[in-house]
């Protein structure tokens, strides 16, 4: 079955607007000739005449009649469509958003997260998951429409990225620990026990590379999935947590932090998202939000050290 010229449409709607073929030719740029020639196709294609000579001027035919109060709210119709898409008002927004984030985001960036959506977005409702591994699958299928976290290798290649922040690793301790108390070198950082975190499960990493670059090496006691079971370990323990220090601020509130005795390991921690998404003004309104939290927070860090805090 061949498929229709649509465009025949649009001519349709204006010939019978202006019962003229010379003004419908004006209306759409035409010559008189080329308008003459479409009318015959419609002609053609619907089998009825559609506008019929009477004295100087084109009349409807019955058929033609029928059609007019259909073509012009269809033409209007298909028109909106091939329109870009009408600025967001978010307001007026009904939807839920899937994020896939990175242990302890949600504890330290959550909460501002939720009042700048509840703020801007009363009807969104944001949905989190705790992000296991890096594989792009739920990106790619829509089931998540955000993550956060490091990207490498591991990451699908059509994926999107921002950078939200930079971070590093910190050390912490239960309060009352020996390591709160005097000056913490490479030797007495080592020398306890240590809980790490491994989505792979596999032990050493960046800090142990540090620590054998200076003839150190530390006691692995436990290996989580995770920086809040780490340091849910630790608070009870005499272990001690090394943990990114922007995705944890909230969760080591009653602890000890300090910072590492020798060059840390830093991360950068981005916002991930699928291609088909980036027109999406909903979207669009959301990785903003997200951006805006994270850049929000690191300048009231940065002012708060500023002041002594």
């Known amino acids: ?28 740029r035409l010559s008189p000739s080329a308008m003459s020639r479409s009318l015959a196709r419609l002609r053609d294609t619907m089998g009825d005449p559609l506008l019929v000579r009477a004295g100087r001027g084109l009349v409807p035919t019955p058929r033609a009649l029928e059609l007019r109060q259909r073509i012009g ?26 994020l896939r984030t990175s242990d302890g985001f949600v504890e330290s960036f959550g909460p501002d997260l939720m009042v700048r959506v509840g703020a801007e977005a009363p009807g969104v409702r944001l949905r989190f998951l705790a992000k296991a591994n890096k594989d792009s699958t739920l990106l790619r299928d829509g089931t998540v429409d ?4 490091v990207v490498d290798d591991r990451i699908g290649p059509e994926i999107r990225t921002l950078a939200l922040f930079d971070d590093r690793y910190v050390g912490v301790v239960r309060a009352g620990h ?6 913490i070198t490479p ?27 200076l003839g150190l090496q530390r006691e692995i006691a436990a290996i989580v999935g995770g920086f809040t079971t780490a340091l849910a370990l630790a608070r009870r323990s005499d272990l001690v947590a090394t943990v990114p220090l922007r995705h944890t601020e909230t ?12 060059q840390p390991p830093e991360i950068t921690v981005s916002m991930l998202w699928h291609p088909r998404m980036d027109a ?4 669009r309104w959301l990785r903003g939000c997200v951006r805006d939290v994270c850049a929000d927070k690191g300048r009231a860090r940065k002012a708060a050290k500023a002041r002594g805090g």
């Open 251 to 262: 969760l080591r509130e009653d602890m000890f932090s300090f910072a590492l005795p020798f």
């Open 1 to 28: 079955m061949a498929i229709p010229d649509l465009n025949l449409l649009v001519t349709l709607d204006v010939l019978l607007a202006e019962g003229s073929v010379a003004r419908a030719a004006r209306r759409l």
């Open 178 to 183: 020996p390591l709160s108390r005097g000056k």
């Open 280 to 283: 999406d003004a909903g979207h």
């Open 146 to 149: 955000l993550e956060t976290g």
């Open 73 to 98: 709210p269809l033409v209007q119709e298909a028109a909106g469509v091939l329109r870009p898409g009408e600025a967001l008002d978010p307001a007026r927004l009904a939807r839920t958003f899937t």
């Open 187 to 213: 030797a007495r950082y080592a020398a306890p026990r240590h809980v790490v975190f491994s989505h792979s499960g596999d032990a050493r990493g960046l800090v142990d590379e540090r620590l054998s670059a």
